[in-house]
């Protein structure tokens, strides 16, 4: 067992090496967040048919504590995180103690949990503000299923365990594999304590009765099960070679990070598992495939069914929140490897040191990638809160991501009304594209039209409806990637 003050210290290394790392103040406002932030505020949670008004209370609390200082809505997600992972030690510390197979260790779920936290390919959970409702469903799950397992001891374990999930429903859809954990739990535990069966049974029923009444209640207020972006109709339509397809690449972008060569990435894909079936092969034939084994590894392979519509971009961060609650499941699996594999403690140490520094290495380029991005928008309000009012904004290649840092595909306008000039500014979108090889200091560079170079004034015209009359405090912003061009299309700066 390890001790209190070595806990300490490496508890105390990695909150330093993750702030560090993520460096919250660099962090902006990016793409959703202009719109679920500002909307927030009157008590409006349905969009469409999205409803998590969990999730959308807690931007409206931070939208009370921090207003427009976005370093304390990230702070809220590292928070968030932060708990997520005390819970997962913990959680994962009693399944391996209930059905492990009695070899009762803290270091096993201390890897596991220093793992997730570094998780790199979870990072739009993170990163990214809005991306907070797949924290508060793996927060609310974890504590949900943790109170589950002591339901034993005490009814009321069982009732705050049903609250904490109730509460998370309505936070992230991802939390919907709670009550097929249960399930699992309830069928392992009925084989340990046979003499409790009824009352295992009932409890596992009682559970599953509040997830039918939430589905009721969703249904009820925004007229199907799926809501979107997550699409019943989606699912109803099942083109199974898409569905196959999308859960494949989920299961490969849990372990591999985004890559350019869809090749590269089947052959890594493959790889993994090939590695995959040897481990348990190797654990069935050693007889030291235990009950939390089978747990975690059927719901990893079952927790992307809520998302298997959408899935996950291949090629860059883009949708990795949806990674964020099958990465639980992911970290405990790669913890198991290494306590398997690793037959001496060096060997673990070692096979363990090698993740880590994978991790951390992969963690580092997300966080650049939201950096990076951030600094773009941040760079952008700056530029709209200089103009005059009644100014148009011709907007040019107008930034949609970063290699999966979401900028603003969604979101200029509203951004501009709510970080820069109220009702003042109107915006025209032209253009947009995505940007490649940005620099994290991107530069804003002011410039007449007469003082434009005739490559920029040839780009910018012959992309602008015709015979457009421009007013005096007109300009065209052309977003490149290096720097922000703004172009006064009528006089001088």
């Not at 990016?30 to 998590?52: V, W």
């Amino acid at each position: 067992m390890i001790n209190k003050l070595s806990l300490f210290g490496i508890v105390v290394i990695c909150l330093v090496l993750f702030l560090y790392i993520a460096d919250l103040p660099k962090l902006y406002f990016l793409n959703d967040d202009n719109i679920f932030i500002p909307a927030s505020r009157g008590f409006n949670f349905l969009y469409g048919t999205s409803f998590r008004p969990v999730s959308d209370l807690t931007l409206q609390a931070d939208y009370l504590l921090w207003n427009t200082n976005a370093a304390g809505y990230h702070f809220t997600n590292f928070f968030m995180h932060l708990v997520t992972t005390i819970l997962f030690f913990f959680f994962t510390g009693k399944m391996l103690d209930r059905y492990g197979l009695n070899e009762v260790s803290s270091y096993k779920p201390l890897a596991a949990a220093v793992l997730f936290f570094f998780y790199p390919f979870h990072s739009e959970a993170v990163f990214w503000i809005i991306g907070r409702g797949a924290l508060l469903g793996a927060l609310f799950g974890l504590a949900s299923v943790l109170l589950y397992l002591y339901r034993q001891k005490s009814r009321w374990y069982l009732v705050t365990s049903i609250a904490f999930f109730f509460v998370g429903a309505f936070a992230y859809e991802t939390i919907w594999i709670v009550p097929l954990i249960v399930l699992f739990i309830t069928y392992f535990d009925i084989k340990l304590f046979p003499l409790q069966k009824r009352l295992l049974i009932k409890d596992a029923i009682i559970f599953c009765s509040f997830f039918v009444l939430y589905i009721i209640i969703r249904t009820s207020i925004i007229g199907e099960i799926g809501g979107s972006p997550y699409g019943s109709a989606a699912i109803m339509k099942f083109n199974a070679f898409s569905l196959l397809k999308n859960y494949n690449i989920m299961i490969g972008r849990t372990f591999l990070p985004p890559t350019q060569s869809a090749v590269l990435f089947i052959v890594f894909y493959i790889i993994l598992l090939v590695l995959g079936v040897f481990f348990f092969r190797k654990m069935i034939l050693t007889k030291r495939l235990s009950k939390s084994l089978v747990i975690t590894a059927s719901v990893f392979l079952l927790s992307f069914v809520p998302v298997i519509t959408l899935g996950v971009d291949l090629h860059d961060s883009e949708s990795e929140r949806f990674l964020y609650f099958p990465s639980v499941f992911a970290a405990v699996l790669l913890a198991e490897a290494i306590f398997e594999l690793g037959k001496t403690p060096q060997m673990r140490i070692f096979f363990f040191s090698l993740l880590f520094c994978a991790a951390v290495f992969y963690f580092a380029a997300a966080a650049s990638v939201y950096q990076v991005s951030s600094n773009v928008a941040k760079v952008s309000m700056t530029a709209v809160s200089g103009l005059k009012n009644n100014s148009n904004i011709y907007c040019i290649n107008l930034p949609s991501q970063y290699k999966g840092g979401l900028i603003y595909r969604n979101g200029f306008k509203e951004a501009v009304s709510w970080l820069a000039s109220p009702d003042s500014i109107s915006v025209i979108r032209i253009s947009e594209a995505e940007l490649f090889h940005t620099p994290l200091f991107y530069q804003i560079k002011y410039v007449s039209l007469s003082k434009l170079s005739q490559q920029d004034a040839n780009d910018i015209f012959k992309i602008l409806p015709a015979n457009l009359v421009f007013d005096e405090h007109d300009v065209a912003f052309k977003w490149t990637d290096s720097s922000l061009l703004v172009v006064k299309l009528n006089g001088v700066f």
